[in-house]
């Protein structure tokens, strides 16, 4: 599979736990200013949610997954250099696979030519796609908010 460096599990009770581990999470975001940005996030967002429910008819499982994606850098108009360029630069890549493991899906699920359908999906070539995995080719559904500024 695909390490991810620093990523952490927890086992909750009560939505007051999940909200102030939120919380934390969000007060461990990097930031960094730009000249498109002056609070420019320097990483994308996961948090992954198993739910568990027991009742007189048995138990049932869910996932839900909340993702916050920091936006793509043109790389000349952000001016960043050193880590705050090379942060950039890994967050296009990621974003980048993203958009080809879309792509393929779509094209997967339009095309009548089985060796398409059947075709590879690059959900390994990011650590974001793989996570994302049955979010995105399994049997899920998909909502989307965007905040897209100029």
């Known amino acids: 599979g695909v390490f991810v460096e620093g990523i952490t599990s927890y086992t909750l009770k009560t939505p007051e736990e999940y909200f102030k581990l939120l919380e934390r999470g969000l007060s461990h975001r990097t930031t960094a200013s730009t ?13 992954l949610l198993t ?3 027991k009742d007189y008819n048995g138990s049932k499982t869910g996932k839900m997954s909340l993702v916050d994606l920091a936006g793509s850098e043109r790389m000349a108009a952000t001016g960043a250099t050193g880590a705050t360029a090379v942060e950039g630069q890994n967050i296009n890549r990621s974003l980048t696979t993203l958009g080809m493991v879309l792509s393929k899906l779509a094209e997967k699920a339009t095309s009548a030519d089985k ?3 059947q075709s590879h999906v690059p959900y390994r070539d990011s650590q974001l ?3 994302l995995m049955d979010n995105l080719g399994g049997n899920s ?8 500024s100029p």
């Open 35 to 47: 000249n498109m940005n002056a609070t420019s996030s320097r990483s994308h967002g996961i948090v």
């Open 51 to 53: 739910v568990f429910q």
């Open 115 to 117: 060796s398409i359908a």
């Open 129 to 131: 796609t793989f996570l």
């Open 141 to 148: 559904k998909t909502s989307m908010i965007a905040a897209i």
